[in-house]
T-cell receptor
Framework: NAGVTQTPKFRVLKTGQSMTLLCAQD?????MYWYRQDPGMGLRLIHY???????AKGEVPDGYNVSRLKKQNFLLGLESAAPSQTSVYFC??????????????FGDGTRLSIL | GQNIDQPTEMTATEGAIVQINCTYQ??????LFWYQQHAGEAPTFLSY??LDGLEEKGRFSSFLSRSKGYSYLLLKELQMKDSASYLC??????????WGAGTKLIIKP
């Protein structure tokens, strides 16, 4: 089972460039999430989706956009990259987020550097 | 505000027992998760507590006290492969995870 797959694994961008990070899951999960992880800080939620065609803002959404056109895919876009967006980006998915909380399953991360 | 506090780093000896503490403040509470994250890798799920008490899973146990806003992860018979960061995360009233910064556990022979 592939689980959650993120592409690319590494990327270096120049300030002002744009790019899209792709997340794909094969577990038929409804919920998908994009986080960033910075040294000395907890994972911070950027955007999330509770189902195909839906998206919502998380804690740190500014500078990012997302789309969930297909249930298995969740795309994260940076329209004009800034050095402050240098981070490790994790995608995660879960079956539900209800009272019988299912754990989130994470991809291997994308290491993004903005010069 | 919402906050998760856990120690930044701990050191323990192979074969010993270590307890990693976590205190939380969340808007509402729907449970507490522990994840393990090896350096350069993805977080992986360890445990979930929503009721007070101890949950045991092999060498790992997790405890929750809702009245105290407190949890701990207990690791027994430590092995070198347990060297990793341990992330505590609280599930708030909107079912969003609020994450601590993680505790880096260093195991010495």
């Amino acid at each position: 089972n592939a689980g959650v797959t993120q592409t690319p694994k590494f990327r270096v961008l120049k300030t002002g460039q744009s790019m899209t990070l792709l997340c794909a899951q094969d577990m038929n999960h409804e919920y998908m999430y994009w986080y960033r992880q910075d040294p000395g800080m907890g994972l911070r939620l950027i955007h999330y989706s509770v189902g195909e065609g839906t998206t919502a803002k998380g804690e740190v959404p500014d500078g990012y956009n997302v789309s969930r056109l297909k249930k298995q895919n969740f795309l994260l876009g940076l329209e004009s990259a800034a050095p402050s967006q240098t981070s490790v980006y994790f995608c995660a998915s879960s079956l539900t987020a209800g009272t019988h909380s299912e754990p989130q399953h994470f991809g291997d991360g994308t290491r993004l550097s903005i010069l | 505000g919402q906050n998760i506090d856990q120690p930044t780093e701990m050191t323990a000896t192979e074969g010993a027992i270590v307890q990693i503490n976590c205190t939380y403040q969340t808007s509402g509470f729907n449970g507490l998760f522990w994840y393990q994250q090896h350096a350069g890798e993805a977080p992986t799920f360890l445990s979930y507590n929503v009721l007070d008490g101890l949950e045991e899973k092999g060498r790992f146990s997790s405890f929750l006290s809702r009245s105290k806003g407190y949890s701990y992860l207990l690791l027994k018979e430590l092995q070198m492969k347990d060297s990793a960061s341990y992330l505590c995360a609280g599930l708030d009233s909107n079912y969003q995870l609020i994450w601590g910064a993680g505790t880096k556990l260093i195991i010495k022979p």
